[in-house]
């Protein structure tokens, strides 16, 4: 014990905290009138962009609550020379996902092999009805604006910057 | 006041009784639930607590009293469904036993429990107001115990009987704290204790009286400890414990029979801090040096106004004391609750009685 006891630091913490509350303004801001900015890497919702999207299924299978559905078709693109091969590119039937499901882990974005998946930090998404929860791929891409650039490497990195499909 | 009532029939002055008794409940609970639980605690965790109901949220607790009143009143299939539904009242019952008898000027009292001597002209302060409220305060525990046990939920009975050990423990040394004002008043009267401390010297220096906090500290240390405890406040919370006993007695309760176990608590609370502030603080009188320059006595009518709003200010004191500690410490265990009361409290109170009751011969 030192010169003061302990009880009565425990009071002097609890009053200094309500001093400061008081002068300084709390920690916490009134959320529907003040909004927080979420951190540039925080884990809101997932948006999709299609054209990088092969329907490789890996996010599919590799969710564990498997809520992720997709459909596509093959279809013969014009080639990219005069005189070349038509193309066979990928045409997205479905891709839902059902954030009712979803627990935000994050392992469909790291598997993505073609860069189609992104977290964005936008949270402000809940709705009346749990159905509305399922957002099919036209919501999906919607979220793609509200990505942020991915954040700048140390100095010196030997790793290319990767760039957000825009 | 009392020759007020006088004048109009008993049926009338009892209505009049039972408004008044609700007020001295009610509104002194809202206020300091508002300024204390709602806004002091909020500030002390660096938030704002309620901001949206009304002003700065003093609306709050008509919501919470919406809230509570519209819920559905459930009651557990293997419970005592009369003890069950009675327990609430059984708690609330004690507070306002204790309320009606807290004086709150020379004659603004709810009942006639302490005789006043200028108004019957006997001189001497005959009531038993100390004996009757110790004596009430007891009445809650049947009322926890009642709820324990008639819940049929074992949550409940730990609770319950947590609470009756812990009240029990706690009764002995408010008491005992309480007959060292006892003594050194000469009087078991409420209104007797506050004259006498008026009226007392420190040495010969009567400009403040003698409120018996200054005098009795050790006791008002010791009453304050067992009213924490007697009111279940942290760091004395065990029969709540949420970690443990998901809300003790109170588990099974909702609606409006919780509601009234937390206007018990709170309300209680406050009545306490009255009981204290008459017994310690000297009730509703002011320093003898004010009512000097005022050139009026303490029987004068305007303490029966002045009176009231003496005893809000130092009720509001002590509730500040009782949540700022609430709100500061972490829990004790069982054991050491009781180890505390029986251990230190108690002999501590009766060390207090003997040196008060020798230095009371002595000067």
Known sequence: MGLVPGLVKGLGVTAKALVKTVTQGAETVQYPHVKEDPVPRARGVIALHQDNCTSCMLCVRECPDWCIYIEGHKELAPPRRAGGKPRSVNKLDRFDIDYSLCMYCGICVEVCPFEALFWTPEYEYSEIKIADLLHDKSKLSQWMETVPDFESYEAGAEVKQKKVPR | MMSMLAEIPYWGSSIIRAVVITLVVLAPAGTTVYLYLFKMVSFMQSRLGPMEAGPFGSMQLFAELGKNVQKEDTVPGNADKLIFAMAPYVVLLSTFLLAAIIPFGPDATLVTFDSNPAMDGTGVFDGAG??????????????????????????????????????????????????????????????????????????????????????????????????????????????????ELVAGYMTEYSGFRFLMFFIGEFASANIFAFLASVLFLGGWAVPPFVLEALDIGLDSNLMNFLGPLVML?????????????????????????????????????????????VLKVVF
């Open chain 2, 130 to 243: 100390v004996f009757y409220a110790l004596a009430v305060t007891s009445v809650s525990v049947v009322g926890v115990l009642m709820a324990g046990w008639a819940s049929a939920s074992k949550y409940s009975l730990l609770g319950g009987l947590r609470a009756a050990g812990q009240l029990i423990a706690y009764e002995l040394p408010l008491v005992l704290a309480v007959v060292g004002v006892v003594i050194q008043a000469g009087t078991l009267s409420l209104q007797g204790i506050i004259f006498a401390q008026y009226e007392g010297e420190i040495f010969g220096m009567g400009a403040i009286g003698n409120p018996y906090i200054l005098t009795q500290f050790v006791g008002f240390f010791i009453f304050m400890v067992a009213v924490q405890a007697e009111l279940a406040q942290t760091p004395f919370d065990m029969p709540v414990a949420e970690s």
């Open chain 2, 313 to 357: 200010t130092k009720m509001l004191l002590l509730t500040f004391v009782i949540y700022f500690v609430r709100f500061t410490y972490p829990r004790f265990r069982e054991d050491q609750l009781q180890r505390f009361a029986w251990k230190f409290l108690i002999p501590l109170s009766l060390v207090n009685i003997a040196i008060t009751a």
